[in-house]
């Protein structure tokens, strides 16, 4: 395949960062250019082992900023775009909807328009150009108990401001192509976990509290379900999309993995217990978490008041992207979550930084531009 000129925007997000890591593993030699506004999500240090790459360049701006997104897709003759930047945390968006439109709807649309205006309409046109857009399987909604899994023709139903934010962006992404012949593709995919992920959401808040010894806040009766998929299997469905997809069209990713709120954090205990079991010395690095004192993790949890239309189930059909791409899922999740585990534990000074906020005034080894 011809190499690619990519602008990965929330390249320093949970996701954006692993996709970046991910592409340039794959893609040695394609330009990557991240572009993230660094709000309290973005973590510079993410990325850090690629700073000195000659094929890497991080600028920090918001995708609000037509113009300099315009002069930066022309300056650096990018051909491809791979939208993270949003909002994404459903429990945040109850208290401030405002900052998702903005970021999620407005942003996007800011980024269609810069893509249009140096891919369609501009002198120096690339011969082929690519917009995808990463979105949430939260747009279409909740589902009941026996419901089928969403396919890409299910209703959208979001019930989170949140996930009336990437729906509009999903609808504006989908109106660029049929308008204006933008060659989009939008994938919308689960719930994802593994390394350098924001300990807010679930796993990773549940990962440190435990270690830490804190209450596990469960959400209502945990009965709550979820499909899980690791970080690393969403990359590459995104690149599946990237190389095979089909323009204007939309694909789902997910993990064929549904697992209750309830179930998934007992799971998590016994992951913790077992690890203090087989590594004594977590011990005296973790002297608060409760099997440093021989108590059980399960005994931290808590039940707590339940999110406001807290969706009950979410489940993905994937089968159009397996079938028409080829693509199915690596991880397994047992081993995902140990794998994510290990990170986690291996990583102490990064999420530390995250939880103290000195990650906010870390300092790239390269001059920012
Ligand atoms: P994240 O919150 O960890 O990271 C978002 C990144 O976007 C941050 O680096 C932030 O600084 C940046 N950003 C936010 N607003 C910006 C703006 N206006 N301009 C420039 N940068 C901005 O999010 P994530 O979990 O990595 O999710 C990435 C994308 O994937 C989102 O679009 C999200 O909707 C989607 N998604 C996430 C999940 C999940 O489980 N986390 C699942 C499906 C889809
Ligand atoms: P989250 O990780 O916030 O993702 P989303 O809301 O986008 O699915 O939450 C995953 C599930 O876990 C969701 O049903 C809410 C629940 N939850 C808790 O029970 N406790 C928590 O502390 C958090 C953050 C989430």
Redesign the pocket.
């Known amino acids: 395949m011809a190499s690619r000129r990519l602008l990965i ?8 960062a692993n996709f970046t890591h991910d592409w340039l593993r794959r893609h040695p030699h394609d330009r990557v250019v991240v ?5 309290y ?3 510079r240090r993410s990325l850090e082992a690629l700073e000195l790459l000659d094929e890497f360049r991080f600028v920090h ?4 900023e037509t113009e300099r997104v315009v002069a930066l897709l022309q300056q650096e003759r990018l051909d491809t775009i791979v939208h ?6 459903v429990d945040r968006s109850i208290h401030g909807p405002e900052a998702f439109v ?2 999620n709807v407005l ?1 996007t649309l800011s980024l269609l328009q810069a893509a249009r205006s140096v891919w369609l309409d501009g002198e120096d046109v690339p011969p082929t150009h690519r917009f995808h857009h ?4 939260e747009v279409y909604g909740s589902l009941g108990p026996e419901d089928p899994a969403f396919t890409e023709s299910t209703l959208y139903r979001p019930n989170s401001p949140y996930a009336a934010s ?1 729906a509009g962006s999903d609808h504006l992404v989908r109106a660029y192509h049929h308008t204006y012949g933008l060659q989009v593709t939008t994938s919308n ?4 976990y593994g390394p350098y ?2 300990p807010e ?1 679930l796993i990773p808040l549940m990962m440190v509290h435990l270690l830490e010894g804190k209450p596990l806040p469960v959400y209502g009766d945990g009965s709550n379900v979820r499909d899980w998929l690791h970080v690393d299997d ?1 990359c590459a469905g995104i690149a599946a999309v990237l190389e095979g997809g089909r323009p204007g069209e939309t694909y789902n990713i997910g993990g064929g993995n549904e697992w209750r709120n309830l179930e998934l954090v007992e799971a998590l205990c016994e992951l913790v217990d077992a690890e203090f079991g087989a590594d004594p010395e977590l011990r005296s690095r973790f002297p608060q978490a409760a099997p440093a004192t021989g108590g059980s993790c399960r005994d931290q949890i808590t039940f707590v008041t339940d999110r406001p239309g807290h969706d009950q189930r979410y489940a993905i059909d994937d089968s159009k992207l397996a079938g028409e791409l080829g693509f199915e899922p690596a991880w397994s999740f047992r081993e995902g979550l140990a794998a994510t585990l290990r990170w986690y534990l291996d990583n102490e000074a990064w999420w530390r930084a995250v939880m103290d906020g000195s990650y906010r005034d870390w300092v790239a080894p390269q001059y920012e531009t």
Not at 61 to 64: E, H, R, T
Not at 134 to 137: A, L, M, P, Q, W
């Open positions: 925007t929330g390249g320093a997000g949970f996701i954006g572009l993230d506004a660094l709000t999500a973005g973590n701006a918001d995708i609000n993270f930047a949003a909002e994404s945390h903005r970021s942003g990463v979105s949430t399987d990437k995919c689960s719930n994802n992920q924001f959401k969403h």
